[in-house]
């Protein structure tokens, strides 16, 4: 038998486009990936590089058309899953961006700047960690003074655990939830309106738990939940100033919380998100544009105080 040879660089490209062009030509709901996926598992805080599938934030779909041109925003934890899909798509529509994140993720986040750059807009990194109250003070301070100005603030960066009982909730682990998910999105805010203008817009991450609940995630829920109250209690705080406060409430998300989560087993990570009625989590390039929406003022000048709901087909109200 003849021996068994490799395609050709030429050919490997033409097999990639092709497998490219076929996903472009089906709907994008039914070409995202779907479980089960590869059991995995990573310790906190996780990175996008060693998920398997990886997560796609490029977006390859999505057409800009220069709703935040010459903008600037602020991403909490934008070095991977939905804060990198936004950073990817504000670049595109025109924005400069500083993003966030822990320093065990710092290759993350250089992944994040170089695909930013790659829209031809300016990416700063800002690592440190939003428990600590000076830093998120800091934080908005340093990417005003790089960046000029601050349009955007995106808080997005959050921690989870699951547990099976309020038993195995510790005082360590309840506070360090609160702090990242509520406590430093009130802090940014803050800090935030010293600098911003009327047009501005502050968008937080809630979660379909801060809606439903979600028996494993009590202390993450509740903070969704405070998000949630927090976001429509300052949009009426701040309307006179010409500044819309509005939050996204996503479904299950392929992102590096689900492996890192401690209360996940690779098992369980193997089979995320098809609870949800669409089968699948979402993809962090479908849900970012709902901040590109939320954050253009010509989309969205008559809406603030919202919690909008990306949440793969689950009905509820709220």
Known sequence: MPAKTKPSSSTRSRMSSGLQGSRARQAQIESEPKPPFAKQKQRAPGLESKLDPKPRYEAAKYKAAGKLEGKCALITGGDSGIGRAVAVLYAREGA?????????????????????????????LIPGDLKKAKFCEQLVE?????????????????????????????DEELETTFQVNILAYIRLCRAALRHMKPGAAIIATSSETGIMGSKELPDYSATKGAINAFTKTLA??????????NAVAPGPVWTPLNPSDAGMTPQKVAKFGSQAPIGRPAQPEEVAPAYVFLASDAD?????????QVMGGEPTGG
């Open 300 to 308: 969205s000048s008559y809406i603030t105080g919202i919690i909008l």
């Open 142 to 170: 340093k990417a005003v003074a790089e960046l000029g100005k601050l349009d955007i603030l995106v808080s997005n960066a959050a921690h989870q655990n699951r547990k099976k009982t309020l038993d195995e909730l510790d």
């Open 236 to 245: 009426q705080n701040v309307l006179e100033k010409g500044i819309r406060v």
């Open 96 to 124: 400069d961006v500083a993003i966030s994140y822990l320093r065990e993720e710092q290759s993350d986040a250089a992944e994040t700047k170089r695909a930013v750059e790659g829209e031809g807009r300016r990416c700063v």
